[in-house]
């Protein structure tokens, strides 16, 4: 199995210049939580969450109508092209601790993305996943390596956190 066979193909993205409040009504028409942001080309340049949006609202002071993309969405993108296996994907979700991935062609122009929630999906019933290694065990650990806060220290019933 492969990245091309479990990914999103109609994928909505905004442009850098766009407002914010552009790209939360795109979130609130496709039910997502990220949209990938794309230069003229249809290149991934950033990706924008739901959190980024408020964040930046909330420290800028600024209407999501008077502020851009650009000004909140992440830089540093990680994508994986459709010959990737669900593995590798799973392996990067974990190591960057994101949820959604782009899927890019070999001019990085946005075809689609997978997300946490496909990996887990993809699973199903099996305990791997065509002999790439990918487990239960492994999705799960991905999932908690998303979800641990940045930097922070906690307890919880479990244990000590980072």
Do not use: F
């Not at 296996?85 to 994101?98: E, N, Y």
Request: proline share 4%; net charge negative.
């Amino acid at each position: 199995m492969k990245v091309e066979d479990i990914m999103t193909r109609d994928v909505r993205s905004c442009a850098p210049e766009e407002s914010l409040s552009s790209a939360a009504q795109i979130m609130w028409e496709v039910d997502c939580g990220a949209v990938p942001v794309v230069d003229a080309e249809h290149r991934v340049i950033g990706m924008i969450t739901d959190r980024d949006i408020c964040m930046a609202s909330h420290l800028q002071g600024t209407q999501l109508g008077d502020a851009s993309v650009s000004t909140a969405m992440a830089r540093d993108i990680k994508c994986c092209t459709p010959q990737d296996s669900p593995a590798t994907v799973q392996a990067l979700m974990q190591q960057h601790k994101i949820r959604r991935v782009p899927v890019v062609d070999a001019e990085r122009r946005l075809i689609g993305i997978v997300t946490l929630a496909d990996l887990a999906y993809i699973m199903g019933s099996s305990q791997t996943l065509g002999g790439d290694g990918m487990t239960w065990s492994a999705v799960g650990h991905t999932l908690a390596a998303v979800c641990e806060p940045r930097g922070a220290r906690y307890t919880t019933r479990y244990g000590n956190g980072r």
